[in-house]
Structures are given as structure tokens and as C-alpha cells.
């Protein structure tokens, strides 16, 4: 995955709320509510279901699975929103994924690269994709976001509302190739 953005700045053009408001994006929130932190892709999600925002098709999941290849599929951009633990990211970062096959550390969670050869494999369609991590500090059994990480998605939220318009920087065709 090809990080894009690390962040308040760096949103790349063509991705911004107003464009991805309209049919045919899925913003896809990956998570859990009662783990801490876990919960960001959600409350991503939460916050684009206010009045004003009905173009885009909003998705929650625990984890990824092999039958979002198919969901992910019938979309021409899809936005994956996960907490991330990575140290190097300060408060959120925009990703590129490519297509891969990746092993995953468990059978019943897959990766967004695994998803994306999957949907490119079986359907013969890969949507343009991008992965939006945004950092989490805590992951024990408990509802509700630190305060860190309320501000890491706050962060998120207005740069995503105050992006640029313009043509995307990547596009990859239902082939799959650029």
C-alpha cells in the first residue's frame, strides 16, 4: 500500500466528501464499537449519515471478508475506514492498496490488498480504491473512543469535508490496470 497522506494535509484531489457524495461510493467502516479505538471506521461512517450526505452508500463490518469482494465489486470507488495501532502515523493516513494476495494472521479476516485480487479475480472488476487508517490508542473491552483518538478522527473528518476537487490521482480500470 502506497500511503498517500499522514496527516491534515495530502488529500489527494478527486476523494474529497463532496465528490464521493454521489452514487456509486462506498465508504466502508471496518470495526468494533466495544473495543475502544477499534470503533474509528464506524464513527467515520457515523458522521457521513447526517442530513446532506446521500449519494455515497455507507457499510460497516467487523472485519473484512472474502464476500466483500463481491460488495466492493458493483462500486467505482470504495473508501475502507480502520483504526490503525501503527506508531507512525500521527493522526490519520490515506492509502493506495494494490492488489495482492496476502496470508493473514487469521482465516476469517482478510486484508484490503486480499479483498481487492479477490474482487479483481472472480469479478473482473476492481474498483479505484483507498484505504483511510486513522490512530487508535486504546483496544480493551470497553464503548467509546479515547479522547487522542476523537481528535485523530476529528482530524480525519475536516480534511476529507475540506479536500480539493479535481481529478483523482490514481484510477484503475475493470481490468485493473492504470
Known amino acids: 500500500m502506497t500511503p498517500s497522506a499522514r496527516g491534515a494535509a495530502g488529500w489527494p484531489a478527486g476523494w474529497s466528501a ?12 471496518v470495526g468494533n464499537l466495544g473495543r475502544r479505538d477499534d470503533g474509528l471506521g464506524w464513527a467515520f461512517v457515523d458522521a457521513l449519515e447526517r442530513p446532506g450526505h446521500a449519494g455515497w452508500q455507507l457499510h460497516r463490518g467487523y472485519q473484512l471478508q472474502i464476500e466483500d469482494a463481491d460488495l466492493i465489486a458493483s462500486f467505482a470507488r470504495v473508501l475502507v475506514v480502520d483504526a490503525t495501532r501503527a506508531a507512525d502515523v500521527s493522526s490519520y493516513q490515506l492509502g493506495v492498496p494494490a492488489p495482492a494476495y ?26 479505484e480504491v483507498r484505504t483511510l487508517a486513522i490512530r487508535g490508542h486504546a483496544w480493551d473491552l470497553r464503548v467509546g473512543l479515547t479522547q487522542a483518538a476523537r481528535r485523530h478522527l476529528a482530524d480525519a473528518l475536516e480534511a476529507f469535508a475540506a479536500a480539493p476537487a479535481g481529478r483523482p490521482t490514481h484510477h484503475l480500470t475493470a481490468a485493473g490496470r492504470r
Open 102 to 127: 496476502e496470508v493473514p494472521f487469521t482465516s476469517h479476516a482478510l486484508t484490503v490488498p486480499t479483498v481487492l485480487a479477490t474482487c479483481r479475480d472472480c469479478f473482473g472488476r476492481l474498483p
Open 18 to 29: 463532496a465528490e464521493l457524495d454521489r452514487p456509486g461510493t462506498l465508504v466502508y467502516g
